[in-house]
């Protein structure tokens, strides 16, 4: 899995605002039984974790990433918020170590869409489900994006961005697609659902926290690696970034979707 954004401390901390502002859009219908095991595929810094393990404080969450610079990040967070429910692990999610039917539920979240093969992840997690247990699946889809005023400058910054994941092996409009791959993996009962962000002067909070601190600072840390890979100009970006963050103003909006998938074993 090769991650587009980069592992920066900025790049946590944009985690983090999206994790908050998100959390009861994403995960107002998720929560899990008492007793339950929870296997948290991809927690990255532990964004979501926190979340998770707060909404269902009787589950047990294992939480697992490739990366143990965030799992190291996903430490600090989770021993400051005092959680006694979730145990951090190194693990590839390609080849999941665990035996198979070891757990209730299956979490993911952000990480498909990184992924060269998400149907070989899907299917591997799948395995490691209990017959009959849930796998929950959120992902974006840059395609959804829409704002006011419109800019041909700010649409050719995003599509840099799809276009550097691509190169990545990833996927920036994965959230369409997520039926379809549930399905390949051998996932049945799917349901996905929309879950759409609108932020303008009404609603100050998403302004904030997903226009300026999620979505543009995501689009402004691609900046760099869209310049060397030859994708833009210096001019032509910080244009685009210039009309992206005039959809933050009075006059202003921006909107964007979410897929989350709950599919059985």
């Excluded at 799809?162 to 190169?167: A, D, G, M």
């Excluded at 997520?178 to 929309?194: D, K, T, Y």
Aim: proline letters at 3%; charged letters at 25%; a neutral charge.
């Amino acid at each position: 899995m090769s991650y587009v954004h980069g592992y920066q401390s900025h790049e946590s901390g944009r985690l983090a605002d999206q994790a908050r502002t998100l959390a009861d859009l994403l995960h107002h219908d998720t929560r899990y039984p008492a007793g339950s095991r929870v296997l948290e595929a991809g927690c990255g810094v532990g964004a979501q974790t926190v979340t998770l393990a707060r909404r269902s404080p009787l589950a047990r969450f294992t939480s697992v990433d490739i990366s143990r610079e965030s799992l190291a990040e996903a430490r600090r967070r989770v021993d400051a918020e005092r959680l006694g429910n979730v145990e951090l692990a190194w693990a590839d999610l390609a080849a999941p170590s665990f035996a198979e039917a070891s757990f209730d539920h299956v979490f993911v979240c952000f990480v498909l869409e990184h992924l060269a093969r998400p149907v070989q992840v899907l299917a591997a997690l799948r395995r490691v489900l209990k017959p009959g247990g849930s796998l929950t699946v959120i992902e974006g889809d840059h395609g959804t994006a829409c704002f006011h005023p419109e800019s041909a400058a700010a649409r050719a910054a995003i599509a840099c961005q799809v276009e550097l994941q691509r190169r990545a092996g990833g996927d920036a409009l994965i959230g369409r697609r997520l039926r379809a791959l549930l399905q390949e993996a051998g996932f049945g009962e799917i349901r996905v659902s929309p879950r759409f962000v609108h932020a303008d002067a009404g609603r100050p909070e998403w302004v904030e926290g997903f226009t300026r601190r999620t979505f543009n600072a995501m689009i402004e840390g691609v900046r760099a690696p869209a310049l060397s890979a030859g994708l833009s100009t210096a001019e032509a970006f910080d244009a685009g970034l210039r009309d992206l963050a005039r959809t933050t103003e009075a006059d202003g909006s921006f909107s964007y979707g979410f897929f989350k998938a709950l599919a059985f074993r």
